[in-house]
């Protein structure tokens, strides 16, 4: 038969048990944090992507807009070019 431990022994066993609880609850709160951060780390790469399409949406519609007035701004000095010329030739 097991003798029974001495005070000091169950001592022992209580701090390291109190260390072995002490040092779970550490891994448990270090995993909690590391969840939420990259929890955090997902929503700011969710945010940055939504800017970004944000942004090349403008980019293009400012594209667009840019190409449209120049060739709107190039029709017309074509047609003035024209006018221009037909008055000439009328005045011939």
């Known amino acids: 038969m097991a003798a ?3 005070d000091a022994q169950r001592a022992i ?3 390291k048990a109190r260390a072995d609880n002490r040092a779970m609850h550490t891994a448990l709160t270090a995993t909690e944090r590391l969840v939420d951060a990259m929890a955090s780390r997902e929503a700011a790469i969710a945010a ?3 800017a970004l399409a944000e942004a090349t949406s403008i ?3 400012a594209i667009e807009d840019l ?3 120049v060739g709107k701004e190039t029709t017309a000095e074509l047609l003035g070019s024209e006018a221009i010329g037909g008055v000439r030739h ?3």
Request: charged share 45%; glycine share 0%; no cysteine.
């Open 4 to 6: 029974k431990p001495t």
């Open 13 to 15: 066993l209580r701090e």
């Open 48 to 50: 940055a992507d939504k």
């Open 59 to 61: 980019y293009h519609s």
């Open 67 to 69: 190409v449209s007035r």
């Open 90 to 92: 009328a005045k011939r």
